[in-house]
Each structure stands twice: as structure tokens, then as C-alpha cells.
């Protein structure tokens, strides 16, 4: 889980709304994080503070289908590590 993100809330969440609106939801809060950086990067003038809110709220998300989908969090960090490494030897990046 990111950060100290309580598993409950998540699950009352999850349950308010059901399954099939939070996976609709990861795709939401992807697009506005997508657009809140090309925004950005194309000189709209943005805070960190807003591109720091479009990523808090994915994230939210994203632990919210590590619940539904039983995603072990050490497994996670274990596959980023491991991707980060892969990329890195791919491109010969020191």
C-alpha cells in the first residue's frame, strides 16, 4: 500500500461505488494525470500542487485495485526494482 493509506476506507470506497465504476475510474484519473503534465509541458501554467493532486488521486486508485486484484505490495516493489534495473542495462543507462 502507498504510503498509510487505510485498507478500510479504500474497501468502503470500493463498496460505495462497486468494482466496475472504480476501473473505470483508474482509466479518469490516468487521463487527468496524462493531461495535467502535457499541460504543463506545453507552458500552461500549472502548480506542482495540482499535478501532485492528479497523482494522489491515482494513486488512490491504483491501491484500491491492488485490494480488489489481492496484489501483494512487496511483489510490486520487487517487479518495479526489477524493471527499473532492466531499462536501465536495455539502454545502457549508468
Known amino acids: 500500500m502507498y504510503s498509510k493509506i487505510d485498507e ?5 470506497i470500493i463498496n460505495h461505488f462497486g468494482k466496475p465504476l472504480q476501473l473505470l475510474k ?7 494525470v496524462s493531461r495535467a503534465i502535457i499541460r504543463k509541458e506545453c507552458g500552461v501554467t500549472l502548480t506542482n500542487h495540482e499535478i501532485t493532486e492528479e497523482i494522489s488521486d491515482l494513486l488512490v486508485v491504483i491501491n484500491q485495485l491492488m485490494l480488489l ?10 517487479i518495479m526494482k526489477y524493471k527499473v534495473i532492466k531499462t536501465m542495462d536495455k539502454y545502457n543507462i549508468n
Open 26 to 32: 483508474l482509466s479518469e484519473e490516468s487521463g487527468e
Open 69 to 78: 486484484y489481492d496484489v501483494d505490495e512487496k511483489e510490486v516493489e520487487q
Open 8 to 12: 478500510d476506507d479504500l474497501w468502503k
